[in-house]
T-cell receptor, first 113, second 114 residues
Framework: DAKTTQPPSMDCAEGRAANLPCNHSTISGNEYVYWYRQIHSQGPQYIIHGLKNNETNEMASLIITEDRKSSTLILPHATLRDTAVYYC??????????????FGKGTHLIIQP | NAGVTQTPKFRILKIGQSMTLQCTQD?????MYWYRQDPGMGLKLIYYSVGAGITDKGEVPNGYNVSRSTTEDFPLRLELAAPSQTSVYFC?????????????FGNGTRLTVT
């Protein structure tokens, strides 16, 4: 059973901000929101995670709503190399935990030149 | 650090053959995982390990076996290959403890069973 819902695909113009939404209405109080991405044929790559507060790192920003039922990953200045499948995942550990993380189909983000 | 290294990168097996997919990590992570990814789909967990000598089943363990004799290595064995096992296999590791780490993935082994 899917814990998250993401649009299957999105387009974004190069140089613009890419905003990827994710719904996780059944998230538990101790579950984090994680984002990974998978560039064609490679292993998934960690981007960012958060519990309640908004987070920012060198790759992206994560905005989590106050009720924690949805979040948005923001890539501030998308480049062609950001074309990838982006996975939004909820889980209890800060990366893997006792039973890993469940990866759904994600959002295929296509950056247009 | 090399991170998570998987070998081989590609393999073609005949039905009924066996093989071992190798995975090693040099980050001293205690947790290791095997996932499979079918075309156009997400990743499904096959087996995981929380430390040397301990393994447990994930969502899709049938047809596979694992062992974890050292912290670094987590091989995945296919005993009797079937066409349904055609997939891309990803190994991952993480540290779970006082300072948790994200999952780190290898670049996968592409397996075809014909």
């Amino acid at each position: 059973d899917a814990k998250t819902t993401q649009p299957p695909s999105m387009d974004c113009a190069e140089g613009r901000a890419a905003n990827l939404p994710c719904n996780h209405s059944t998230i538990s109080g101790n579950e984090y929101v994680y984002w990974y991405r998978q560039i064609h044929s490679q292993g998934p790559q960690y981007i960012i995670h958060g519990l309640k507060n908004n987070e920012t790192n060198e790759m992206a920003s994560l905005i989590i709503t106050e009720d924690r039922k949805s979040s948005t990953l923001i890539l501030p200045h998308a480049t062609l190399r950001d074309t990838a499948v982006y996975y939004c995942i909820v889980g209890t550990y800060s990366g893997g935990g006792a039973d890993g993380l469940t990866f759904g189909k994600g959002t295929h983000l296509i950056i247009q030149p | 650090n090399a991170g998570v290294t998987q070998t081989p990168k590609f393999r073609i097996l005949k039905i009924g053959q066996s093989m071992t997919l190798q995975c090693t990590q040099d980050m001293n992570h205690n947790y290791m995982y095997w996932y499979r990814q079918d075309p156009g789909m997400g990743l499904k967990l096959i087996y995981y390990s929380v430390g040397a000598g301990i393994t447990d089943k994930g969502e899709v363990p049938n047809g596979y076996n694992v062992s974890r004799s050292t912290t670094e290595d987590f091989p995945l064995r296919l005993e009797l290959a079937a066409p349904s096992q055609t997939s891309v296999y990803f190994c991952a590791s993480s540290y779970v403890g006082s300072n948790n780490s994200p999952l780190h993935f290898g670049n996968g082994t592409r397996l075809t069973v014909t």
